[in-house]
């Protein structure tokens, strides 16, 4: 008798080249549909956590739509696709006389690509409006990091370690935090709406690009069994190809290491590791522990499109390419993957035998 399943969905973070994982939901929507399955992301998936621009993509499918219907998510998988593709360039542009005044500012241009973060709050308002995570449709988990208190912040609607009920903020303020990536945005200043307090926050991505290991460790926290979860984890593509050159960075120094307009090396380097390194150790944790299913997708990007900020339409063609690959090449896993939550969606509390998956990568 197999025991009823759980499905957590981790996304990470990466920017613009969030429109990766965004496609891949849109495939896994589309098949889901195909055997008749109409479902928002926040009926198919009992979790979902994200870094950075992951933790937009997982806020928008759990949190509710304002003046929407009930049950209803505050942006559908084609408005995120949209984002991406096309608003995403707002967000990433600044204006001429913004870029004068840096120039006589900052004539060096060390920091000629931080962005004003008043057009991403004005989307935000708008897509989330002033709702909390309390509200949201399905079990939530953000990252962000506290920089006053020195304190890694996981944002949730779960449950705490001693089973009460964790703090909670406004979703666009949550969403704000998690995408205030250092050099871009300027840190996100968020209502703690539980401790009745403001926090200084930036992107979970510093310490947590691949939030894997946390949504399994609130999984835990809600008292589901290691025989319950299935885990999908969509990464947001890697630049294996692009070296960062000793001949260079013997020369950059601490601004050069932080520069924008050489992508940020010391971030760019910190996120690589870091989702490498989860990624490796959540494929040999969940090896230990054979009752939980743990499947990965990531995307080969070429060098030139790993700039997070990258929202050109040419970048945005290049990057609707790296997921045409991933669905491409994992096409027996995605749909064995849609017969699987068909079976637990059609019949939730049935004991019906658990579907083998099957990386066809």
């Known amino acids: 008798m197999a025991q009823k399943k759980r499905f957590i969905l981790s996304i990470d973070g990466g920017g613009v080249r969030g429109l990766i994982p965004v496609r891949l939901l849109e495939t896994l929507e589309s098949r889901l549909s195909q055997r008749g399955v109409a479902a928002p ?13 992951g933790g937009l993509i997982a806020a928008g499918l759990t949190a509710p739509r304002p003046g929407g219907s009930a049950g209803e998510a505050a942006t559908t998988l084609a408005e995120l696709r949209a984002f991406f593709e096309r608003e995403s360039r707002d967000i990433f542009t600044s204006s001429i006389s913004a870029r004068l005044a840096r120039a006589v500012t900052n004539p060096l241009g060390l920091f000629d690509e931080t962005y004003d973060a008043r057009p ?5 308002k708008e897509r989330f409006g002033w709702t909390s995570m309390a509200s949201g449709l399905t079990r939530l988990v953000l990252t962000a990091y506290d920089i006053e208190r020195r304190k890694a912040v996981f944002m949730t609607n779960g449950a705490e370690k001693n089973g009460g009920r ?30 009745r307090r403001e926090e200084a926050l930036i992107d979970g991505g510093v310490f947590m ?10 999984a835990r926290k809600l008292g589901w069994g290691d025989d319950e979860i299935v885990i999908l984890s969509l990464g947001t593509g890697r630049a294996s190809g692009r ?31 870091q989702s490498q390194t989860a990624s490796y150790q959540a494929e040999h944790l969940f090896a230990e522990l054979p009752n939980v299913t743990y ?16 929202a050109r339409p040419g970048n945005i063609i290049t990057l ?11 096409t027996v896993f995605l749909d064995t993957f849609a017969d699987m939550l068909t079976e637990c969606m059609r019949d939730p509390e049935s ?11």
């Open 41 to 53: 992301m926040h009926k198919v998936f009992d979790l979902m956590a994200g870094s950075s621009s």
């Open 120 to 124: 991403l709050e004005k989307l935000l």
């Open 320 to 330: 609707n390419g790296a997921a045409d690959r991933v669905i491409r090449d994992n």
């Open 351 to 361: 004991d019906a035998p658990a579907v083998d998956l099957v990386h066809a990568a």
């Open 295 to 310: 499947h990965r997708l990531e995307a080969e990007l070429p060098p030139e499109a790993e700039d997070t900020d990258n």
């Open 166 to 195: 964790p703090d909670d903020y406004y979703f666009w303020q949550a969403v704000r935090a998690t995408t205030a990536a250092p050099s871009y945005f300027e840190p996100a200043k968020v209502e703690n709406l539980s401790r």
């Open 209 to 218: 690009k691949d939030p894997t290991i946390a949504a399994y460790l609130e």
């Open 243 to 273: 070296p960062f050159l000793y001949k260079d960075a013997i020369g950059w120094g601490a601004l050069g290491w932080m520069q924008p307009s050489k992508g940020v090396p010391i971030l760019s380097i910190f996120a690589d590791g």
